[in-house]
């Protein structure tokens, strides 16, 4: 099997630098390719140019929240539409909900089991392809 | 003419007694005000149109009802207005649910009272609606009454949770990189954001504590002692501060007074907190000030503001903002009553000023000298 295929290019979005920060280290040592962005207006900038397999995005953040941030991201036309995980610490019935209402793919609750977080990673497929 | 559910235009057809209970309305809730603010400690600081809230409609409906041939069975039949009744108790007041039957039985007892005053009685069939309209009424209202407290006890929990499991990720991910690396250096670091994980956890936990445990209306134990007030506040600053990030400034003169450390230093904590968790991600600035005998501690973050009408209730035991400013769940922390309890403890208030050109301020006016509020001797 080609390298390529079990990586992704993957963005995280997180207002907290240290979770995004973590994050984007253990993902890279796992061979992917990341990029982190601390904020909603960063996150948008970053899906542009770098134009992710998959996106990591909080919810709670200051200026944008993840809800807004995912649904300017599926208003993107001239992209390759990324697969778009909420990664968040909220996980009640009504933002689960939410997050689906607001163009997410999945819901995955922090703190999450490392080796579902890579299954899900390597499940997703590539948006540039 | 009557102030029923159903706005009736005029008191045709309703039978003499009807018309009485009509015409004594003033005299029952008079009564029926009085002995609430006697007897239920919770109604004190409440406003008389708060309390009063939809009572008249539903005595009026119990006076309809009381006209055998008036469509209506008893007071609270074809109404939702009692189960509002419920709802604005324990989202306006802090009554408990016992407080809410007591209320309906000094209803009922106004009721009684104000009929002989004036001389007349109900009949067996009369007062027997006036008691099934009473009983119905307590029912829709603490049924509404505990659907609303599950509610705040399932956000409080959802929210709880969500905020530990914040420093808890950060953990566990620290532990994956640790576990991945065979750089000392990198593990090194990883311990260090470990450690602001756990910290953060540990504050957590210990302001959870406070607010569970205290009693609203008790006094917070108090110990108190002389300190200097920059001391405290650059202390407690520096936990906010880890990692190399300066999220908080401080601009606190050197100045001694008697207060209580500990409760002081966690009020604090609870300010800055949801100074950085709802603030827009600027700088947090404390300052404190001590002027003509007091001690102003004030708490500032740059952000999104509090609306005017939410400003008072930001302070009451469970209160979380609902939905808005697309923040799901999230609301100003559990910990300000908390915070109100400490100011008041110490003599002191605390209040809060917010606008979207100068940001969210929180400021704890209090003696420079607590010891008299404490039951000290000076």
């Known amino acids: 099997m080609p390298q390529a295929s079990l990586q992704r290019r993957i963005l995280i979005v997180d207002d907290n630098r240290d979770a995004a920060d973590l994050l984007a280290q253990i993902l890279a040592m796992h061979g992917h390719v990341t990029e982190v962005a601390y904020g909603g207006p960063g996150g948008l900038a970053a899906v542009e140019s770098f134009h992710p397999d998959l996106v990591f995005l909080d919810i709670g953040m200051p200026q944008l929240d993840g809800y807004q941030v995912a649904a300017r991201i599926r208003q993107m036309h001239d992209i390759p539409q990324p697969l778009l995980i909420a990664f968040t610490a909220w996980n009640d019935a009504d933002a689960k909900a939410r997050v689906i209402a607001a163009g997410f793919d999945l819901h995955l609750t922090k703190p999450a089991d490392f080796g579902t977080l890579l299954r899900t990673i390597l499940n997703s497929p590539c948006a540039s392809l | ?378």
Request: glycine content about 8%.
């Open chain 2, 1 to 378: 003419m009557t102030i029923g559910t159903d706005q009736k235009e005029s008191d045709d057809g309703l039978s003499d007694t009807s018309r009485a209970m009509l015409a004594m309305r003033k005299d029952v809730f008079d009564l029926w005000e009085a002995s609430i603010r006697d007897h239920i400690d919770e109604a004190q600081n409440v406003s008389a149109p708060i309390l009063i809230n939809t009572m008249p409609a539903f005595y009026d409906n119990i006076a309809e009802a009381i006209t055998p041939s008036y469509p209506r069975e008893h007071g609270a039949s074809n109404t939702t207005s009692m189960s509002v009744h419920g709802g604005e108790r324990a989202r306006m007041t802090s009554f408990r649910a016992d407080q809410i039957i007591h209320e309906y039985q000094l209803f009922r007892d106004a009721i009684a009272s104000a009929a002989k005053r004036r001389g007349w009685h109900f009949s067996a069939e009369e007062w027997r609606v006036v008691e099934v309209s009473i009983d119905t009424a307590v029912r829709d209202a603490i049924r509404e009454f505990a659907q609303i407290h599950e509610g705040m006890r399932e956000r409080l929990a959802a929210t709880l949770s969500h905020d530990m499991r914040n420093p808890l990720s950060l953990i566990l991910t620290a532990t994956e990189v640790i576990a991945r690396s065979p750089e000392l250096g990198v593990a090194r670091q990883m311990g260090e954001k470990i450690a602001v994980g756990a910290k953060r956890m540990q504050l957590m936990l210990s302001q959870l504590v406070d607010v569970l445990t205290y009693e609203r209306s008790a006094k917070l134990p108090m110990a108190i002692s002389a300190f200097d007030i920059r001391d405290l506040v650059q202390n407690t600053v520096q936990q906010f501060n880890l990692g190399g990030e300066e999220k908080v400034t401080v601009h606190a003169a050197s100045a001694t007074g008697h207060w209580c450390r500990n409760s002081l230093q966690r009020a604090l904590e609870n300010l800055i907190t949801n100074a950085i968790k709802y603030g827009d991600g600027g700088r947090v600035r404390v300052q404190a000030d001590c002027t003509s005998g007091r001690l102003m501690l004030s708490v500032h973050n740059s952000g999104n503001p509090i609306a005017a009408s939410q400003r008072e209730r930001i302070f009451e035991y469970l209160w979380r903002e609902g939905e808005g400013q697309g923040r799901s769940a999230e609301g100003w922390g559990i910990g300000l009553p908390y915070v109100r309890s400490v100011a008041e403890s110490h003599g002191g208030s605390v209040s809060v000023d917010s606008s979207a050109a100068t940001g969210t301020t929180f400021t704890f006016d209090i003696p420079m000298d607590c010891r008299p509020f404490a039951g000290v001797e000076s």
